[in-house]
């Protein structure tokens, strides 16, 4: 009886076969821009790369092209970036603690959907929201404080709603093991479920940092782009060379150098992006080996 | 380490068992004792000691109660258990049996002795032997040894039949010994059902250890030279 | 140092809906008693109860009282933080902490509680609650290896063994071997007959096997048409299960419920 097929069960093949072609397809067509975009850096940016890209100063004025690099960008872009974890970190954390071990009603509700609806903001409104609101919208007093507070908006949502997953995710037994003990409420979170939910917030992290290291738009209205910086480590005032900026200002530029210098300072970008990224699956899934919940 | 509180409950169902046996052999030999020696004194003593034997019984009931109420044994502890239950019922029963021969001699007691004993003697010793023996097999849990035990069951009842006949000529010739005579009847009669409580002992080892009693019984019957009766 | 537990009247809420009765019952100090009943008959609510662990659920309440020796666990001023720290618990699914090890599992206590037990004195506290739980001799050489590398039994023998290092007064278990393979179970359940020496143990479970086997005392619970759920009957689980004195008790034990 089994072995006899029928009809039906050629027709269900053929349908199996042409699902699984067509998602093929699919997934192909999807990456092809992907692989597109990375020919292109890497080709186009990777000739660039050079010690000497890595540690000379941008350029103070167009076509100042190869006689420049991007170490002020780079140290730019680690202030900046630096300043926004400061900010975004313990704010995406906390928040998330509070949405996990919250009893409900209507505040914890109208928290999460904020959240929700900054985490959707674009960017660029950030940038406005932050930069009217710091004062820096005139330019007359950009900062690279304001900048990563424009960040801050658009990073710390992602981390608390990694932290709010990963802490629900979390089964009931651990914090009633936990509170069996007669362990307390703040000792339960911070010893027991926090680690535990570790690799979860530690990704988003991570993924969060990946995004706020390429935005530009926020840069715009709270550092100002329309001259070329010189290096400056003060954060509360005055203008901050960063990547995606310097990536803009040399881009636009006609001189060919420039654009040369511009396509260097992506491919380093996308490099350090995609590192990232692949740091926050290598960790996902290391500790995730570690610290199954039977 | 897996269960040992309820191993400690089996184990000691089984030695109640067992040292409730030891005691009923000891009262056995008492009862035979006292009749010969027709002493008065022991036989009242053996009558009052009856009620210890109930007791230990009770108490071997008690305890097989709890284990089956609160352990679900199963298999050969379940089979176990119900043979403690019944060897201790069988055990009760053949101390009864001497509390009979204890009455017996009180009642004789100033009657002229006869020349009866020695074979009452025969018949209560292997009694007592097929007794030991069963118990062993008991602790053994060794149903050939209880086969032994249950194949030589004959051996008393024709000591018994020849005893009767013996018996029966006797006081048909002799008037004067009727009295007597038929008390010692009920002594080896007594003796005789003492034996047969002996072979349910050792059916009761056979189903611990085989679970099939009856395979077992025709095994017996298959190897044993008929009985010459 | 095992102490008797005494619940006088306690009933419990979810929010607005009644669970259990005036509840009525003493546990012995030094002895295993054991709740049992159909589900739903509020036997979880009531362990619960005893150490303060319903009470977190959000809504809920609990109403009468329940003394651990001379102390009113709900009495005035009492702190929740602190009963559960004398009153030890079992769950039902083995939940070690995952992100530690065997080691640290088993010090978590102590070391939430900041006793500031260390080194030598932390070890020797390992090891004696490792052995007190059976569990020494089988994971003596990997202390430091993670908690989730065990088995099922041995997880929960762990989990055990963490309670134990609070040196409680009273251990609750509910249902601690009902997601077990048979022979851990025997484990665990030889396990308590051991632990009842110098701890009292109350257990939840809904395989009245185990409460035959292991159990001195039994308490019988049910929810009426009402669903809240009261005290049957309760006594010696010898009589219990040979003679039970409420025909409602003879009828679940026998399975001739529903």
Redesign the interface.
């Known amino acids: 009886m089994i072995a006899d097929a029928g009809p039906r069960f050629g027709v269900r093949k053929l349908t199996d076969r042409v699902g699984t072609w067509a998602s093929i397809v699919a997934v192909a067509i999807a990456i092809v821009p992907l692989i597109g975009l990375i020919g292109f850096v890497i080709q186009r940016g990777g000739a660039e790369l050079s010690w000497h890209f890595l540690t000379t100063p941008a350029p103070a004025s167009p076509d100042g092209g190869l006689a420049g690099g991007i170490s002020t960008p780079i140290v730019g872009t680690l202030i900046i970036v630096g300043l926004t974890c400061v900010m975004g970190i313990p704010l995406g954390i906390l928040s998330g603690i509070y949405l996990a071990t919250s009893r409900g009603g209507r505040f914890t509700q109208g928290v999460r959907f904020a959240c929700d609806v900054i985490a959707g903001l674009p960017s660029i409104l950030a940038g406005i929201l932050v930069g009217a609101f710091l004062l820096t919208y005139d330019r007359n007093q950009p900062s690279a404080l304001a900048a990563s507070v424009a960040l801050t908006l658009l990073m710390f949502p992602t981390v608390t709603r990694a932290t709010d997953a990963a802490l629900s995710a979390i089964p009931p037994e651990l914090r009633e093991a936990a509170l069996g003990l007669g362990a307390t409420d703040a000792k339960t979170v911070f010893k027991v479920l926090i680690p535990t939910a570790a690799s979860g917030i530690v990704t988003a992290i991570i993924l969060g940092i990946a995004r706020v290291a390429g935005e530009t738009a926020p840069l715009l209205f709270t550092l100002g782009f329309l001259g070329y910086p010189t290096m400056n480590l003060n954060p509360f005032h005055g203008v901050m060379p960063a990547l995606p900026g310097e990536i803009y200002v040399e881009i636009s530029s006609p001189f060919s150098k420039d654009k040369a210098l511009a396509l260097g300072a992506a491919f380093v970008l996308f490099f350090i992006v995609m590192f990232l990224n692949l740091l926050a699956r290598a960790m996902t899934y290391r500790l995730s080996q570690r610290t199954r919940v039977v | 380490m897996t269960r040992e509180h309820y191993l400690g409950q089996l184990a000691g169902l089984a030695s109640g068992v067992e040292s409730m046996a030891a005691r009923v052999v000891e009262t056995i030999r008492a009862s035979v004792d006292a009749l010969e020696a027709l002493d008065v004194a022991s036989a009242k003593t053996i009558i009052e000691k009856d009620s210890e034997i109930d007791q230990a019984r009770h108490e071997i009931d008690e305890q097989a109660f709890v284990v089956l109420a609160t352990q679900q044994p199963t298999a050969i502890d379940l089979r176990l258990v119900m043979a403690a239950w019944r060897v201790g019922d069988e055990l009760e029963r053949i101390g009864d049996y001497c509390s009979g021969i204890a009455k017996l001699t009180l009642t004789m007691a100033g009657e002229p002795k006869g020349d009866a004993m020695p074979q009452i003697r025969a018949m209560s010793a292997i009694t007592i032997e097929l007794l030991e023996k069963a118990v062993q097999a008991f602790q053994d849990r060794d149903e050939a040894a209880a086969a032994a035990v249950w194949a030589r069951d004959d051996e008393v009842d024709d000591l018994y039949q020849d005893f009767y006949r013996n018996q029966i000529d006797d006081m048909v010739n002799h008037r004067k010994r009727v009295r007597r005579g038929t008390y010692m009847l009920w002594v080896a009669h007594n003796i005789e059902r003492m034996a047969d409580r002996v072979t349910n002992i050792a059916e009761a080892v056979a189903f611990v250890a085989t679970a099939d009693v009856a395979t077992w019984r025709s095994q017996i019957e298959a190897e044993s030279v008929p009985s010459s009766l | 140092m095992a102490e008797a537990v005494s619940a006088q009247e306690v009933s419990a809420w979810y929010g607005k809906k009644l669970a259990i009765r005036d509840v009525t019952l003493t546990m012995e100090a030094a002895k295993v008693t054991a709740l049992i009943g159909p589900s739903g008959c509020g036997k979880s609510t009531f362990l619960r109860s005893i150490?303060r662990?319903h009470e977190?659920i959000?809504g809920a309440r609990i109403g009468g009282d329940i003394f651990v020796g001379k102390e009113n666990v709900y009495g005035k001023g009492m702190d929740p933080?602190?009963?559960?720290?004398?009153i030890?618990?079992v769950?039902q699914?083995?939940?070690?902490?995952?992100?530690m090890s065997i080691y640290n599992n088993v010090a978590?206590?102590p070391r939430?509680?900041g006793k500031g037990i260390r080194g030598k004195a932390m070890d020797e506290l390992v090891e004696k609650s490792l052995k007190q739980a059976?569990l020494w001799d089988e994971v003596k050489d990997r202390l430091k290896a993670?908690a989730?590398g065990l088995s099922?039994g041995q997880?929960q023998r762990l989990?055990i063994a963490?309670?134990l290092a609070?040196k409680p007064e009273v251990i609750l278990l509910d249902e601690p071997a009902s997601a077990l393979d048979p022979?851990a179970t025997?484990?665990i359940?030889?396990l308590l007959?051991q632990l009842k020496q110098e701890y009292t143990v109350v257990i939840v479970t809904h395989n009245m096997?185990q409460a035959?086997?292991v159990a001195d005392n039994t308490a019988f619970m049910l929810a009426g048409q009402d669903l809240v759920g009261e005290m049957v009957e309760y006594g010696a689980?010898?009589r219990i299960?040979?003679a039970p004195e409420d025909p409602r008790t003879q009828d679940y034990i026998t399975g001739r419920f529903g």
């Not at chain 3, 933080?81 to 004398?86: D, P, S, T, Y």
């Not at chain 3, 699914?93 to 992100?99: D, G, K, L, S, V």
């Open positions: 150490n662990l977190v959000p933080v602190k009963v559960r720290a004398k030890g618990m769950f699914r083995p939940n070690p902490f995952p992100t978590s206590g939430l509680h059976a993670p989730t099922g997880q989990c963490r309670a609070m022979i025997f484990k359940e030889e007959l096997q035959a086997r689980t010898q299960f040979s």
